[in-house]
């Protein structure tokens, strides 16, 4: 992974001088709320319904077992001993105090990490594949790409005063989009054109929340050397045009629908034709200093395990359910990527105790080479561990709660912090998940039904992805009261679709059941190995509908 | 005009005057900031003050002023509220775009903890809201000493690794 050098290490620790004297100021009355809400933000800091919240970015989801032990340590000393995972790749703190925020940037500053732009109307934390690096049928590794863009995008002097907040999302894979970059401001996705040469496919205008929209291409190849100016002329041309009146007409996608497509892409082009070339292309050498810390760790030349897995499922079944489920496929002869479920029932999905960290952290030292990655949905993955370590580590990961070989399935849900934590929220989401979770805890039926995301969202700014959940749930406000919509056929990936909405709100208690039916409806009807999100499509809402609203007799 | 900030130092001795509309006044000798519409219809009437700048509200663009940067001391940005970040576009655009080098001045509601990335920006004078918040601008605007991005006076860090 990418290590500071010492022009790394000085920008985040003046960052926190910075945001030191920032928050003296603040606390001796010298800057007003709405003042110091926009200093505070790009560093992180939402003031929240019980106390602040304090969100530390994860670049790319990339972590090192030192940082997570860190993490551990700080949430212990200055919060609540948890933390929690987000769907962007990142962690959360719920209960610091502001007094104490400055140390725990200095903190995190010792191991590397930051809060820089984890909020506020600025470029966000970049985010990629959990399996980046490590995938098959990888066109080129996305990771040293995010960290160009986020060295870029760090402390951008024109773009920290955006209309709205500004996500980008690169993917290097050929077959699938686990970045989901079609719901991104900017998506990247890796390409080669016919000579041979890395670039990128542009995406622009995605996005979720009230308005949710897939992105549309701008640019079917942009050489790699020509990333940063490219991605200058689209913030510079939202940045001066992108509406500032309506927080909810702000995001770029707004802009990209109200102009169309072809002619918010010649504003860019016209913009890019001064900055081509100019002082922000990309050195071959930078490029190649980048992706040196991205080399492959020192793996082992092995052979697929195939015949020892083949003993070792045989001789303990629920060591057989967790590689179907929970293990992935990996470019290196006889290593295999691990999801790590850190969703258990009774908890919410993606907080962690500062002891899980330090197993977790364990574990990464012990079988992964000492890193490990968040993904979108919550989990924590150990990339690169070997196939004749798998039942070491299935045991070992069994004993502190991590082995539920749930991943990908209808109660691997995605969901928000919600009423529970957040002020915005509608609505509460993680009980709803809990009683989901609780419905369906038959894992033998869970991988009848197969791959099927369900996604919780509290209101509508969409933290749980719900419009791109295959079952997507939305918290909603009814005369002070929570109601909850069902959407069906979303998808985050390649086949990029917002869920269809089903109909009438329910009440919380009714959600198990409503999701039971539709389930119902798709084992009654799909095909032979026929996909949930597939049987939705063929067939339409009208069955799920008539079975979810039929009175009852 | 007050709390001026400019070339890195407090001025007490501004002579600039911010003319607010077109019905404002504007004295004899006055070294005057003018709204763009003023302006134009002063230039036209071949009556422009003899020192004159001219000053963009946060719908008017730097192309709108490219005409006329070789007649003006000075271009001053309006900060309708801190939160509008335009200006630091605008500013980019007349420096590199249209290769002004006059004086460009922050004016309206802007807050210290931004001069550090306005002057990366090419604005190097601020008139800030009072005094004290002068003096913060003053000690802020040199808080990084490493910047990854190339700006108007340097280029980009990976150009110096």
């Known amino acids: ?553 | 005009m007050q709390n001026l900030i400019k070339n890195g130092a407090l001025l007490t001795d501004d002579a600039w005057v911010l003319i607010e509309d077109d019905s404002t006044n504007i004295a004899e000798n006055t070294a005057a900031i003018l709204p763009l519409p003023r302006y134009l219809a002063l230039n036209e009437a071949n009556n422009l003050p003899t020192r004159v700048g001219v000053w963009l509200n946060d719908e008017q663009m730097a192309d709108d002023v490219a005409d006329l940067l070789d007649k003006v001391e000075l271009v001053a940005l309006h900060f309708p509220k801190f939160a509008d970040g335009r200006s630091f576009s605008k500013a980019r655009l007349l420096r590199d775009r249209l290769g002004y080098q006059g004086e460009i001045r922050a004016i309206g509601d802007f807050l210290p903890d931004q001069v550090d990335y306005m002057a990366r920006c090419g604005i190097d004078a601020f008139a800030c809201r009072n005094e004290q918040e002068a003096r913060t601008a003053l000690s802020m605007l040199d808080t990084f000493s490493i910047h990854y991005q190339g700006d108007v006076s340097q280029s980009a860090l990976f150009q110096q690794r």
């Open chain 1, 1 to 553: 992974m990418y290590v500071y050098d010492s022009f790394d290490q000085k920008v985040v620790d003046e960052r926190v001088a910075q945001f030191r004297e920032q928050t003296e100021r603040y606390l001796d009355g010298q800057l007003a709320d709405d003042e110091f809400l926009p200093l505070r933000l790009q560093n992180g800091l939402y003031i929240q319904r019980h106390a602040p919240m304090l969100r530390i970015a994860v670049p790319y989801g990339l972590l090192s077992s030192k940082q997570l032990r860190k993490l551990a340590e700080l949430t212990e000393t200055y919060d609540k001993g948890y933390g929690h995972f987000t769907t962007r790749q990142n962690v959360q703190f719920n209960w610091p105090a502001l007094e104490d925020v400055p140390d725990i940037l200095a903190g995190l500053a010792d191991v590397q990490m930051h809060a820089i732009q984890t909020s506020g109307n600025c470029i966000r934390n970049t985010t990629t594949d959990q399996f980046a690096g490590v995938l098959r049928d990888e066109i080129a590794d996305p990771r040293p790409w995010c960290e160009l863009i986020r060295q870029w995008s760090t402390l951008h002097p024109e773009f920290a005063f955006l209309p709205r907040k500004f996500k980008i999302a690169v993917n290097g894979s050929t077959n699938s989009d686990r970045a989901a970059v079609r719901f991104h401001d900017i998506g990247l996705e890796l390409v080669r054109n016919d000579a041979g040469e890395l670039g990128f496919k542009v995406f622009v205008g995605g996005g979720l929340g009230r308005t949710p929209l897939v992105g549309q291409e701008v640019r079917d190849f942009l050489p790699g050397i020509h990333l940063l100016s490219y991605l200058e002329a689209i913030l510079r041309v939202y940045n001066l045009l992108g509406r500032r009146d309506n927080k909810y007409k702000a995001r770029i996608k707004i802009l990209v629908k109200a102009l169309g497509v072809e002619a918010f892409r010649d504003k860019v082009e016209a913009e890019w034709a001064h900055l081509k070339d100019g002082p922000a292309t990309l050195t071959e050498a930078e490029i190649a200093r980048v992706a040196e810390h991205f080399v492959d760790p020192a793996y082992e030349n092995l052979a697929d395990a195939d015949a020892i897995l083949a003993q070792q499922k045989a001789d303990h079944p629920g060591f057989a359910q967790w590689l179907d489920r929970n293990v992935y496929l990996h470019k290196k002869p006889g290593y295999a990527a691990v999801t790590l479920s850190i969703k258990k029932l009774g908890y919410a999905p993606g907080d962690c105790t500062a002891d899980q960290m330090r197993s977790v952290a364990h574990l990464a030292d012990q079988f992964s080479f000492g890193e490990l990655r968040v993904s979108h949905e919550q989990n924590l993955i150990l990339a690169d561990v070997r196939q004749d370590q798998l039942l070491e580590l299935w045991e070992a990961a069994k004993l502190v709660g991590f082995a539920t070989a749930n991943i990908g399935t209808l109660t691997d849900v995605i969901c928000c912090p919600g009423g529970d934590y957040c002020a915005l929220a509608n609505a509460k989401s993680i009980p709803i998940a809990e009683s989901i979770q609780a419905q369906f805890d038959d894992l033998d039926y869970l991988y009848d039904l197969g791959d099927l995301d369900l996604n919780i969202s509290g209101c509508m700014n969409a933290c749980g992805h719900h419009h791109i959940g295959n079952i997507g749930i939305l918290g909603v406000d009814k005369k002070g009261e929570e109601f909850y919509q069902v959407s069906l056929g979303g998808d985050s990936g390649q086949n990029a679709r917002v869920g269809k909405i089903l109909g009438p709100s329910f009440n919380a208690e009714d959600i198990p059941a409503v999701v039971d039916k539709v389930i119902q409806v798709y084992t009654e009807n799909r095909q032979p190995e026929e996909a949930f999100v597939d049987t939705v499509e063929r067939l339409g809402l009208d069955p799920f509908k008539e079975r979810v609203y039929a009175k009852s007799h």
